[in-house]
T-cell receptor
Framework: GESVGLHLPTLSVQEGDNSIINCAYS??????FIWYKQESGKGPQFIID?????DKRQGQRVTVLLNKTVKHLSLQIAATQPGDSAVYFC??????????FGGGTRLMVKP | NAGVMQNPRHLVRRRGQEARLRCSPM?????VYWYRQLPEEGLKFMVY????????ESGMPKERFSAEFPKEGPSILRIQQVVRGDSAAYFC?????????????FGPGTRLTVL
């Protein structure tokens, strides 16, 4: 079946640098995408979402970009902080309400 | 406003026993979703429920697994005759709106270990 996948399993950045986490999706019918942050031993925490009628959305220190032409999603984190260290998942909404998650990217922030 | 509550947080069972996982959605949310997560993997959808109804159970194993969301009380994910392969983190999420794409809020999860 169609699925969401990530390009990089681990990303290591210096504190203060910007981070970019990428995600490819294959279901062209998906119309809603979410980025989640998951810290060790905790549940996924909502970061930012975007609907398919948009190509960019900004939050506090985070930006999500959606390229429907190549079915690509990215999460940009500005001025990465140690507290940003976690696993990041992209998820797409299809079939109404079910979320399909990618495999996750571990972000490690070096002080 | 309390978030999604799950209990127990950790559950240890021996092979062949039953596991019951509970989920209380956020106040005002009538939609509950269960996901399973193996170590170092993403979450996999299991089942979507509304009050007293199973809407989509396409991700549930055909045997031993069942879920309910009664009119009163929490949603329950039940695993009968557990096997070692059932060891995982089970997450519950809830959302408020009827139909359509919407943000799902996740609970802290129940970590099931089968000995």
């Amino acid at each position: 079946g169609e699925s969401v996948g990530l390009h990089l399993p681990t990303l290591s950045v210096q504190e203060g640098d910007n981070s970019i986490i990428n995600c490819a999706y294959s279901n062209s019918a998906s119309d809603y995408f979410i980025w989640y942050k998951q810290e060790s031993g905790k549940g996924p925490q909502f970061i930012i979402d975007i609907r398919s009628n948009m190509d960019k959305r900004q939050g506090q220190r985070v930006t999500v970009l959606l390229n429907k032409t190549v079915k690509h999603l990215s999460l940009q984190i500005a001025a990465t902080q140690p507290g940003d260290s976690a696993v990041y998942f992209c998820a797409e909404n299809n079939a109404g309400n079910m979320l399909t998650f990618g495999g996750g990217t571990r972000l490690m922030v070096k002080p | 406003n309390a978030g999604v509550m799950q209990n127990p947080r950790h559950l240890v069972r021996r092979r062949g026993q039953e596991a019951r996982l509970r989920c209380s959605p956020m106040k005002g949310h009538s939609h509950v979703y269960w996901y399973r997560q193996l170590p170092e993997e993403g979450l996999k959808f299991m089942v979507y429920l509304q009050k007293e109804n199973i809407i989509d159970e396409s991700g549930m194993p055909k045997e031993r697994f069942s879920a309910e969301f009664p009119k009163e009380g929490p949603s329950i994910l039940r695993i009968q005759q557990v096997v070692r392969g059932d060891s995982a983190a089970y997450f519950c999420a809830s959302s408020p709106l009827i139909g359509g794409a919407d943000e799902q809020f996740f609970g802290p999860g129940t970590r099931l270990t089968v000995l």
